[in-house]
């Protein structure tokens, strides 16, 4: 991200994984509600605007990650597998309890308007439209459940760590980071390294593909003065029903 400087006219550049663009500063009636916005987007993004730069080729003047890659594509195919590994039939009671849910979230207050003689839809129309509906959802709940992760494209930055998942991205802040793990994992003979990092009372993971990058990433962690958490577990280990 780059704040532009050119005579009278001042905007923010924000580069992002699909491309980049400018807020410029005509946008707004005075300078105070620029500012305003251009504070808000530093402080929730992992943006910086120490420099003001004239006519930015973005390509060339964003600051480069301090460590880049993808994740291995065994990663997805490791956690499909620790899915598979549990009980079809059980997976089928998760599937249906998610139909259920929904189901009645639907269908009590269509309940509720015709006990008190509200007009409502018919019966077997509305029955039939709404089992259309959850049981489409249900089948993507259900995919989502043995597909749980895709390979994303991981960023580390001066102030966190970015993921690109293809239409979004996520991007942690070192600051909310209190604790981190790297453990090695095996799929089908082949090796590569999951980052666990603890959020705000979650754990998260991301794939490593190689123990280089994992010892560069050690590195990083280690300046940020973010402890290294020996206890951190697989948070799928702990679900009650697959991941």
């Known amino acids: 991200m780059f704040e532009v400087g050119e005579r009278v006219r001042a905007g923010l550049y924000l580069g992002t994984s699909r491309g980049y663009f400018e807020i410029s500063a005509s946008y707004f009636t005075d300078a ?20 003001t730069v004239l006519n930015p080729i973005l ?45 009645a979230i639907f269908v009590l207050p269509w309940l509720a308007l015709r006990r008190f003689q509200v007009p409502t ?19 993507l ?21 970015s993921q690109n998942f293809g239409k979004q ?5 070192f600051q909310n980071i209190s604790g981190w793990r790297i453990i090695e994992k095996e799929f089908q003979g082949r090796q590569f390294g999951l980052l666990l990092l603890q ?3 979650r754990v998260s993971a991301i794939a490593i593909p190689d123990g280089t990058i994992g010892e560069v990433l050690c590195g990083i962690l280690r300046g940020k003065g973010i402890s290294e958490a020996l206890e951190l ?11």
């Open 141 to 161: 709940h259900w995919l989502n459940r043995i597909m749980p992760v895709h390979c994303t494209e991981i960023s580390v930055r001066e102030n966190g760590i």
């Open 233 to 243: 577990a697989e948070p799928w280990a702990f679900m009650s029903f697959p991941a």
């Open 59 to 103: 390509s060339e003047q964003l600051p480069k990650p301090l460590l880049h890659w993808i994740e291995p594509e065994d990663w997805p195919r490791y956690r499909t597998q620790l899915v598979r590994g549990n009980a079809l039939g059980r997976r089928v009671v998760t599937a249906f309890w998610f139909f259920v849910r929904w189901f």
């Open 199 to 201: 959020e705000r009372g």
């Open 32 to 51: 105070e509600s620029y500012r305003a916005v251009r504070e808000f987007i530093c402080r929730n993004t992992l943006g910086t605007t120490e420099a």
């Open 169 to 173: 991205v996520w991007d942690r802040s």
């Open 121 to 139: 839809a018919s019966t077997v129309p509305f029955i039939s439209a709404v089992a259309i509906v959850v049981s489409f959802f249900t089948l």
